[in-house]
C-alpha cells in the first residue's frame, strides 16, 4: 500500500513539473506573436485612435424654455337680451368670421318696442310742426302789435320744447333699435367656435354665466414661455438689434412644427421662480398649436459666425483646463489647450484649433503628448465598424477646408453655457 501510494504521489509531481515547462515556453511564443499597440509609441508601436477634422461652421445659439400655448383673443359670447333662443346658425368647432350670425332670440316684444318708439317720434313732430307754424303767426302779429310780446316768447319755448321732445323721441329709437339688434347673436370675433352651451328652444337671458358659445382665436396665435433671469442680458441685447425667430417642438422634442417671432419681454423679473416671461406669435397656418397645451421652445438670439467645431467627446478636462489631442501629418498626437465657447448637442464650439485639424475622439486614455498614433474605423456598441461615422479619414467638407460655411446645426442652448 505504502508503494502504491509514493507511485501516485510521484505521478503528480512529474505532471506539474511538465505543465510548468509548457507555460514558459508558450508565453514568449505569444508575446511575439502579439500586435506592437502600445501606449506610447516607441518599442510598443503605435496607439490605435479614432480621430476627427475640426470643421468650420454657422452655429445658431439657442436658449431653451417650457411654455403654454395661448389663444390672442377668447369671447364667451352671451345673450345681452332675455327670449327664447329661435335658433342655432353654427356647427361646434366651425370657423366664423366676424359679424357672423350664430343664434336667433325671439324678437317679437323688442320688435314692438321699436315700433312705439318711431310712432312717439311721429306724434311729437307732428306738435312740433304745429307749434313752429303758431310761432310765424305770432311774429307777424307781434309786428302789427296786435297782441302781447309775452305771448311770443312763450310760443318760441314751446317750440324749443318740442324740438327736445322729438331728439328724446330719436334717441329712444336709437335704443330700441339697438335692443332689438341684439335678438341676432353675432360673433365679436373670427374664430373656431366651441362646444354649444344653450340649445334651441331655451330662454336664455342677459344675466347668464355660461353663455351661449366659446369662440377662440387660433390663426394667429400666441405661446407664453419663460426663461432664467441670468439669460435677460442677453435677450435685450438680441431683441434691440431685430426680430427673433422662436421655434416649437413637436411630441418628440425633435421636430420644429412651427416657427413664429419674439413679441414681448415681460417687464418685470418673477422673484418667486427667477424667471422673465416672453411672449411668441405664430401665424399656425396648419393649426399644430392648441390653446392650454404645453411646448418645448427655443429662441435664437444670435449666430455664432465661422465657428470651429469639435466633437465634445474630444474634449479632455485636465488640471489646467480643457484639452484635445491633434495629430499632425507624421501621425504624431500633442495635447493642446482648447476654450469651450458654447456646447450644443454632441459637439462643441471651441478656439484654439484650426478647422481641418484632426482631433482624437476614440482612444484618448493611452495617449501623452509625442505619442505615434494609427487611426482605425470607429465601431459600434457591438464591436462592428460603423459606415458614414465622419471619421478624419473621410474627404473634408468644404467648411472644414475653409469653404461656404456650412448650414447652422439646430441644437439648444446648454444651460449656463455664455455664448
Given at each position: 500500500?505504502?508503494i502504491?501510494?509514493?507511485?501516485?504521489a510521484?505521478?503528480?509531481?512529474?505532471?506539474?513539473?511538465?505543465?510548468?515547462?509548457?507555460?514558459?515556453?508558450?508565453?514568449?511564443?505569444?508575446?511575439?506573436?502579439?500586435?506592437?499597440?502600445?501606449?506610447?509609441?516607441?518599442?510598443?508601436?503605435?496607439?490605435?485612435?479614432?480621430?476627427?477634422?475640426?470643421?468650420?461652421?454657422?452655429?445658431?445659439v439657442?436658449?431653451?424654455?417650457?411654455?403654454?400655448?395661448?389663444?390672442?383673443?377668447?369671447?364667451?359670447v352671451?345673450?345681452?337680451?332675455?327670449?327664447?333662443l329661435?335658433?342655432v346658425?353654427?356647427?361646434?368647432?366651425?370657423?366664423?368670421?366676424?359679424?357672423y350670425?350664430?343664434?336667433?332670440?325671439?324678437p317679437?316684444?323688442?320688435?314692438?318696442?321699436?315700433?312705439?318708439?318711431?310712432?312717439?317720434?311721429?306724434?311729437?313732430?307732428?306738435?312740433?310742426?304745429?307749434?313752429?307754424?303758431?310761432?310765424?303767426?305770432?311774429?307777424?302779429?307781434?309786428a302789427?302789435?296786435?297782441?302781447?310780446?309775452?305771448?311770443?316768447?312763450t310760443?318760441?319755448?314751446?317750440?324749443?320744447?318740442?324740438e327736445?321732445?322729438?331728439?328724446?323721441?330719436?334717441?329712444q329709437i336709437?335704443?330700441?333699435k339697438?335692443?332689438?339688434?341684439?335678438?341676432?347673436?353675432?360673433?365679436?370675433?373670427?374664430?373656431r367656435?366651441?362646444?354649444?352651451?344653450?340649445?334651441?328652444?331655451?330662454?336664455?337671458?342677459?344675466?347668464?354665466?355660461?353663455?351661449i358659445?366659446?369662440?377662440?382665436?387660433?390663426?394667429?396665435?400666441?405661446?407664453?414661455?419663460?426663461?432664467?433671469q441670468?439669460?435677460?442680458?442677453?435677450?435685450?441685447?438680441?431683441?434691440?438689434s431685430?426680430?427673433?425667430?422662436v421655434?416649437?417642438?413637436?411630441?418628440?422634442?425633435?421636430?420644429?412644427?412651427?416657427?413664429?417671432?419674439?413679441?414681448?419681454?415681460?417687464?418685470?423679473?418673477?422673484?418667486?421662480?427667477?424667471?422673465?416671461?416672453?411672449?411668441?406669435?405664430?401665424?399656425?397656418?396648419?393649426?399644430?398649436?392648441?390653446?392650454?397645451?404645453?411646448?418645448?421652445?427655443?429662441?435664437?438670439?444670435?449666430?455664432?459666425?465661422?465657428?470651429?467645431?469639435?466633437?465634445q467627446?474630444?474634449?479632455?478636462?485636465?488640471?489646467?483646463?480643457?484639452?484635445?489631442?491633434?495629430?499632425?501629418?507624421?501621425?504624431?498626437?500633442?495635447?493642446?489647450?482648447?476654450?469651450?465657447?458654447?456646447?450644443?448637442?454632441?459637439?462643441?464650439?471651441?478656439?484654439?484649433?484650426?478647422?481641418?485639424?484632426?482631433?482624437?475622439?476614440?482612444?484618448?486614455?493611452?495617449?501623452?503628448?509625442?505619442?505615434?498614433?494609427?487611426?482605425?474605423?470607429?465601431?459600434?456598441?457591438?464591436?462592428?465598424?460603423?459606415?458614414?461615422?465622419?471619421?478624419?479619414?473621410?474627404p473634408?467638407?468644404?467648411?472644414?477646408?475653409?469653404?461656404?460655411?456650412?448650414?447652422?446645426?439646430?441644437?439648444?442652448?446648454?444651460?449656463?453655457?455664455?455664448?
Amino acid at each position: 500500500m505504502a508503494i502504491r501510494r509514493r507511485s501516485i504521489a510521484t505521478a503528480i509531481v512529474a505532471l506539474v513539473l511538465v505543465g510548468v515547462a509548457g507555460a514558459v515556453w508558450w508565453q514568449p511564443a505569444r508575446q511575439q506573436q502579439q500586435p506592437r499597440f502600445g501606449r506610447g509609441g516607441g518599442d510598443d508601436g503605435p496607439v490605435p485612435v479614432v480621430a476627427a477634422l475640426a470643421k468650420r461652421s454657422d452655429v445658431p445659439v439657442y436658449l431653451d424654455g417650457v411654455g403654454t400655448i395661448r389663444a390672442l383673443n377668447t369671447v364667451t359670447v352671451r345673450s345681452q337680451v332675455d327670449g327664447k333662443l329661435l335658433s342655432v346658425n353654427y356647427t361646434e368647432g366651425q370657423q366664423v368670421e366676424r359679424g357672423y350670425v350664430l343664434a336667433k332670440i325671439d324678437p317679437t316684444t323688442y320688435q314692438a318696442a321699436y315700433d312705439q318708439a318711431v310712432a312717439k317720434k311721429a306724434l311729437d313732430e307732428a306738435t312740433l310742426a304745429n307749434a313752429r307754424l303758431d310761432l310765424e303767426r305770432y311774429t307777424r302779429l307781434v309786428a302789427s302789435n296786435s297782441i302781447a310780446r309775452q305771448q311770443l316768447d312763450t310760443q318760441k319755448m314751446l317750440v324749443a320744447q318740442q324740438e327736445a321732445q322729438v331728439n328724446l323721441d330719436q334717441a329712444q329709437i336709437d335704443n330700441a333699435k339697438a335692443i332689438l339688434d341684439y335678438t341676432n347673436v353675432v360673433a365679436p370675433i373670427s374664430g373656431r367656435t366651441g362646444i354649444r352651451q344653450v340649445d334651441q328652444g331655451n330662454t336664455v337671458h342677459a344675466s347668464d354665466s355660461t353663455g351661449i358659445v366659446v369662440i377662440t382665436q387660433l390663426q394667429p396665435i400666441s405661446i407664453l414661455f419663460t426663461l432664467p433671469q441670468q439669460q435677460l442680458g442677453d435677450v435685450n441685447r438680441a431683441f434691440a438689434s431685430g426680430a427673433l425667430q422662436v421655434d416649437v417642438f413637436g411630441p418628440d422634442n425633435k421636430t420644429v412644427i412651427e416657427q413664429g417671432e419674439l413679441k414681448v419681454v415681460d417687464n418685470q423679473v418673477d422673484p418667486a421662480t427667477g424667471t422673465i416671461k416672453l411672449k411668441a406669435e405664430f401665424a399656425n397656418r396648419d393649426l399644430q398649436l392648441w390653446p392650454g397645451a404645453f411646448v418645448n421652445v427655443r429662441l435664437s438670439v444670435q449666430t455664432l459666425k465661422d465657428a470651429v467645431v469639435l466633437p465634445q467627446n474630444a474634449i479632455i478636462t485636465a488640471p489646467r483646463g480643457k484639452i484635445v489631442y491633434v495629430v499632425d501629418s507624421s501621425n504624431k498626437a500633442s495635447a493642446r489647450p482648447v476654450e469651450v465657447t458654447y456646447p450644443f448637442g454632441e459637439e462643441a464650439v471651441v478656439t484654439g484649433v484650426r478647422p481641418g485639424e484632426r482631433v482624437v475622439v476614440d482612444g484618448r486614455q493611452n495617449l501623452r503628448s509625442g505619442a505615434s498614433v494609427v487611426e482605425r474605423a470607429p465601431t459600434d456598441a457591438g464591436g462592428r465598424a460603423r459606415r458614414g461615422s465622419g471619421a478624419a479619414s473621410e474627404p473634408a467638407s468644404p467648411a472644414a477646408e475653409g469653404g461656404p460655411a456650412a448650414a447652422a446645426a439646430p441644437f439648444a442652448l446648454a444651460s449656463g453655457a455664455t455664448p
